[in-house]
């Protein structure tokens, strides 16, 4: 059974710093471009960021850009987001996402997904 677990959300205030890091278990973790995703109320789910499988390649989006870092260690299984000076429009739910997709950027190339984890940016 495939289990992704996030964890490392909270309330941080604007300019602040959250790391994030998604525990993966029930499957070969190397296989796996690892995706962060984030949904906020009445938005559709946003791609973040993605980790090729042994970490050599990432991709962001232009908005997470020098912001985010994605980050991944193929011993202990987890995939992690570093998110630096953030901003009150970051508030979401953050999740991350494994998929046998090398170039994905769609929730639709991802085929297991955690629980989410809350991060909200105070002005």
């Known amino acids: 059974q495939v289990q992704l677990v996030e964890s490392g959300g909270g309330l941080v205030q604007a300019g602040g710093s959250l790391r994030l890091s998604c525990a993966a278990s029930?499957?070969?973790?190397?296989?796996?471009?690892m995706g962060w995703f984030r949904q906020a109320p009445g938005k559709e789910r946003e791609f973040l960021a993605r980790?090729?499988?042994?970490?050599?390649?990432?991709y962001y989006v232009d908005s997470v850009k020098g912001r985010f870092t994605i980050s991944r260690d193929n011993a202990k299984n987890t995939v992690n987001l570093q998110m630096n000076s953030l901003k009150p429009e970051d508030t979401a739910i953050y999740y991350c996402a494994a998929g046998v997709r090398q170039s994905g950027v769609g929730p639709q190339d991802y085929h297991h997904w955690g629980q989410g984890t809350q991060v909200t940016v105070s002005s």
């Open positions: 980790i090729s499988r042994y970490g050599g390649t990432t």
């Open positions: 029930g499957l070969t973790f190397s296989v796996y471009t």
